[in-house]
Every structure is written in C-alpha cells, then in structure tokens.
C-alpha cells in the first residue's frame, strides 16, 4: 500500500538530505541524510535517526551523548528530494560541543537579524552571571526588580509618546529599549523567549494551519 514515504525522492544510492532546524530560534543545526528506514524511525520515535555514508549504518543522533533531538515537524521541499526537519535540541548539535554545525562563517555582510533576540539574552545572562561596574545590565541587577520595573514603566511612556510623534526612527529606538529591559525582566522572573512563544502558539494557533484571531 502507497504510504506519504512514497511521495519523496530518494537518491539513487537510497538516500535523502535532511536540514535539522531548531524549532524555537530557526537556527539551522546541521545536515545529514537519511534512508527509508531512518526516516520511518525517526517517525516512529519522534527522534532523529540517519544513515552513516561512511560507516553504512544507522545512528540515533544523541545516542551516546545524550544530545537528542526531539522532532516536531517534517517537511519535504517542492522537488520530493530533501527534508526540513524542526526540532527541539537537548543539547548540542555538533560533535565539537558547538550548538550548530555551521559556525565557521565563510561569508559575513551582516549579523543575522533572526538571532539578534537570543543573541542580546546571551549578553544579559553573562551579565548577570559576570557583573562588571562600566555595565549596564549590571548595574540593573545590582539595583533589583523594582529598579527594572521603573525602566519598563518609562520606557513604555516613550513609546507612547513617541507614537504621537511623525518620527519613525524615535519611535522604533524607544519600542527596541522597552524589549530590552523586558528581557532583564525575563531573566529575573527565569522565563524564556520559548515560553513566550509556546504561549502564543497557545493562544494564537489552534491547529496545524489554522491562526486564531
């Protein structure tokens, strides 16, 4: 009997690429490639599993270190010949302890806008866990909560004030300078941009394709 496996094209040595995306920061974590048989394992465990060109056999990613990837989504591109795999990482991806397996950059003509969030929690964390006197976010530590809520409160004010206003510019600083003293809060309160999302994807997204008002 046809199964969806059916609609994919494999190559002509069996098998497939498949693109491993976390499914929280959209960041690509690696790329390996899988058989019929892994994948339909990867189906049935939810885990990712591929096939070794090297060693010609099957590997359960995280097996030995314990970084498994539990899989959310699966996608296969217009041509049937390669997937997109979403997934919630349980630690590294690459073997070299790196989060990502594409961290030597070739190329660079600017940072990558969809990781600059993360990337502003990981400095406010170091902060956090490295305070220094010329810092900051430091400096809000240091003062404590109520200090921060003070901030939001103003920084919230600015915007409303800025919104009244024609300048553009003003107004998306005084919006960037809210966010970032929501991510101090966040800190604090230990809630991460996946909570925010995941309640989102709650309110918002009440089945697969279908947005809520």
């Not at 599993?49 to 539990?70: C, D, H, I, P, Y």
């Not at 919630?88 to 940072?111: A, Y």
């Not at 919230?156 to 300048?167: D, F, L, P, Q, V």
Request: glycine share 6%; net charge neutral.
């Amino acid at each position: 009997m046809p199964t969806l496996l059916d609609n994919l094209t494999f190559s002509e040595g069996g098998l497939i690429p498949a693109i491993i995306q976390d499914q929280a920061s959209g960041r690509v974590l690696m790329l390996a490639y899988m058989n019929r048989e892994s994948l339909q394992k990867t189906l049935e465990t939810k885990e990712t599993w591929f096939f070794s060109r090297k060693r010609k056999k099957l590997w359960n990613k995280g097996e030995t270190s314990g970084n498994k990837q539990v899989v959310k989504s699966i996608d296969f591109d217009c041509d049937s010949d390669s997937l997109l795999i979403q997934v919630s990482p349980k630690g590294p991806s690459c073997h070299t302890g790196m989060e990502s397996c594409f961290h030597n950059t070739l190329f660079q003509d600017d940072q990558a806008m969809f990781l600059i969030i993360q990337q502003v929690v990981n400095t406010i964390k170091n902060r956090r866990a490295n305070p220094t006197e010329s810092s900051y976010t430091s400096y809000l530590f240091r003062e404590g909560i109520d200090k921060i809520l003070k901030k939001i409160g103003e920084e919230a004010s600015e915007i409303i004030i800025g919104s009244k206003n024609t300048n553009k510019n003003e107004l998306i600083w005084e919006i960037s300078d809210f966010i970032f003293h929501l991510l101090v809060l966040m800190e604090v309160k230990d809630i991460t941009i996946s909570d925010v999302k995941a309640e989102l994807v709650k309110r918002h997204v009440t089945k697969v394709g279908d947005l809520g008002e």
